[in-house]
């Protein structure tokens, strides 16, 4: 996994509920990659958070891969891939709000990777309560991300980044599920729109850092 530029106060997200066996179908506007309508105010910062949030797509879906393949050896790979991408964001988290807060999303983002894996796990199982109590978890962590992202930035409203992160878990969801059934077109949909909202999760946290921080972010 490439190494991002130490752009300060990349922030994470995540969550949600969509179509598989135990999700509600969620739909996507917009399944091809988000392009900006004007120029950001922090354009490295956009970039890099676009990267990271690009790595954590790419990451879990090279997991969920590995275990519809049943390779494990792939599968521990990929797992490694996702703690790297969380720890580069909890790392530039710190780098803004300080080492607290840091640790404080490393371990948010750990509480979403658990759900991402515990969902994916399932589908491969076809464990249909184990990927509902995943879910569960994944609405919950989703809570308490949009609590200390809005705590840390008035420019993230609560309610406005679980929306995004409610997407973004639908998205993962709806992933797992096609690919644990071996659908490629509706796996290739889902991913489009899944990169898609990635950008736009991206865009609207870097915007949120650019207001609170604008020497930092520019």
């Given at each position: ?21 135990w999700?509600?179908?969620?739909s996507e ?23 990271l ?24 790979k ?12 909890a790392?530039a ?11 404080q999303m ?8 658990g ?33 200390f992202?809005?705590?840390a ?6 309610s406005?980044?679980?929306?995004l992160l409610v997407t ?24 489009s729109?899944?990169?898609a ?22």
């Open positions: 996994m490439k190494t991002l530029p130490a752009l300060a106060g990349v922030f994470a997200l995540a969550i949600a509920f969509t179509a598989a066996p999700c509600a179908t969620t506007a917009a399944p091809t990659r988000a392009a900006a309508t004007t120029a950001p105010a922090a354009p490295k910062l956009h970039a890099a958070m676009r990267g949030w690009q790595g954590h797509a790419a990451t879990t879906r090279d997991y969920a891969n590995a275990v519809k393949a049943g390779d494990d050896a792939a599968a521990n990929a797992a490694d891939a996702v703690v790297a991408n969380a720890r580069q964001i790392d988290v710190g780098g803004f709000y300080g080492d607290a807060a840091g640790k490393l371990e948010l983002l750990a509480g979403h990777w759900g991402v894996k515990a969902l994916t796990d399932a589908g491969k199982a076809g464990d249909n309560a184990a990927g509902a109590k995943a879910m569960q978890d994944l609405t919950a962590n989703a809570d308490a991300i949009a609590k992202l809005s705590g930035n008035p420019n993230l409203p609560e406005a980044v679980k929306n973004h878990a639908g998205h993962h969801a709806q992933l797992v599920g096609d690919l644990m059934k071996g659908d490629t077109a509706a796996a290739a949909k889902t991913w729109a899944m990169q909202h990635m950008d736009t999760i991206a865009d609207a946290l870097a915007g949120g850092i650019a207001k609170q921080f604008p020497a930092k972010a520019s």
